[in-house]
Nanobody, 127 residues
Framework: QVQLVESGGGSGQAGGSLRLSCVAS????????MGWFRQAPGKEREGVAV????????YYADSVKGRFTISQDNAKNTLYLQMNSLKPEDTGIYYC????????????????????WGQGTQVTVSS
């Protein structure tokens, strides 16, 4: 059974940094998509950053390019999201997501490419 558990959320000030972690258990696929999504209050969930294991590529939403970095540590089965230069509009619940085996990832959307989701971790950025 696949489980994704996020951690590292919290409160920060604009201009600061936070790092999110997502530990995956029972997830042993070689080719997959893994990513981070977020949902701001009153808004739909949106893709933030995605990693394609087949191509070794990363994809970012325009709103976070140059500020956020997605990475993974295979030895620890952990996906990270380093968030720098935080803005109040980065506030929301951040979810880790992973797909069943696939070689193609459609960037930061659509959500239906992802089969496993974490419970989410809250990020609050104050101005």
């Amino acid at each position: 059974q696949v489980q994704l558990v996020e951690s590292g959320g919290g409160s920060g000030q604009a201009g600061g940094s936070l790092r999110l972690s997502c530990v995956a258990s029972g997830y042993t696929y070689r080719y997959y998509c893994m990513g981070w999504f977020r949902q701001a209050p009153g808004k739909e969930r949106e893709g933030v950053a995605v990693f394609s294991s087949y191509y070794g590529r990363t994809y970012y939403a325009d709103s976070v390019k140059g500020r956020f970095t997605i990475s993974q540590d295979n030895a620890k089965n952990t996906l990270y999201l380093q968030m720098n230069s935080l803005k109040p509009e980065d506030t929301g619940i951040y979810y880790c997501a992973a797909s069943r085996p696939r070689t193609y990832c459609s960037g930061t959307s659509p959500e239906d490419e992802y089969n496993y989701w974490g419970q989410g971790t809250q990020v609050t950025v104050s101005s």
